[in-house]
């Protein structure tokens, strides 16, 4: 899969995440390397052996986690752009995640950003924290960001445009802002179905097809409920306007 698309398959990726109990603890590198081919210069980087000495140049390279200080170093080298430091000791609710970044212009520390998946689609918003920028213009930069804690292994990249933002809209048809959803939670209101029906959010001819699933996100992550769980409100099929010429006759109907 990943030849053909870039992307690394669930397997894939539950292969290289660290152990619970690791993550649990400290600040660990991750690396997604996932074919053998000859290159080391994250072993050569890393001045603690955190990275199991290679038999082979063309080994797949392994983390001695309790070695590993999250120093960074093997991000700033990897030619691959392939590894990245996860923190879910960051808060009881959020994880940093390090990233290398090779795009100009860096975004500044305080900046809120779009985090990104590994196929490029927006996860969440995320706050970045720190920035490493290269000594030299050839050499890598880092940006850290603050995420929440269950994104920390699928965030791999950012946007620097906010998508997430609180004037952002995500109700179209009716022209509710992120914001709006946001304080109506922060209220009270933490079912689809009180949303609905005190702000219009979804009753537009889309039926909620593009701001359900955003407000279910919302709903969770200000409550923690699971989205699975979460009761569906009643909805029509979606409609699209017409002109009342057309059951008269008068626009050339046949």
């Known amino acids: 899969m990943i030849e053909k698309t870039g992307v690394p398959t669930k397997e894939d990726i539950e292969e290289i995440t660290p152990p619970k ?3 649990e603890k400290q600040a660990v590198a991750v690396i997604e390397c996932y074919k053998e081919i000859p290159c ?34 093997c991000v700033i080298k990897c030619p691959g752009l ?3 430091i996860i923190d879910e000791t960051y808060s009881e609710t959020e994880a940093t995640v390090q990233i290398p970044y090779e795009y ?8 809120y950003v779009t985090a990104l998946d590994r196929a490029g689609r927006p996860v969440c918003r995320a706050k970045v924290v720190k920035v490493r ?7 890598t930069s880092t940006v850290t960001m603050a995420v929440p804690k269950e994104h920390s292994m699928t965030v791999r990249s950012l946007n620097l445009e906010d998508y997430f933002a609180d004037n952002t809209i995500i109700c179209r048809c009716e022209g509710i802002t992120l914001g709006e ?4 939670i922060s209220e009270g209101y933490t079912t689809i179905d009180e949303i609905k029906r005190i702000s219009r ?4 001819p889309c039926q909620g097809r593009t701001c359900r699933h955003l ?11 699971n989205m699975e769980d979460m009761l569906m409100p009643t909805f029509r099929q979606p409609t699209k306007p017409v002109k009342l010429g057309l059951f008269v006759g008068g626009e050339g109907d046949d």
Do not use: S, W
Not at 104 to 111: N, T, W
């Open 21 to 23: 109990e690791i993550r």
């Open 40 to 73: 080391n210069p994250c072993y050569t980087a890393c001045k603690f052996g955190a990275i199991k000495e290679f038999e082979d140049i063309n080994d797949r390279p392994e983390i001695i986690y309790e070695k590993c200080v999250a120093c960074g170093q």
């Open 82 to 84: 392939a590894i990245f």
């Open 104 to 111: 100009l212009p860096l975004p500044k520390e305080g900046d």
């Open 133 to 139: 920028k290269g000594k030299h213009p050839n050499m």
């Open 181 to 184: 959803i946001r304080q109506l």
């Open 201 to 204: 959010a979804g009753m537009g």
């Open 215 to 225: 407000i279910m996100q919302e709903i969770r992550n200000a409550t923690g409920q």
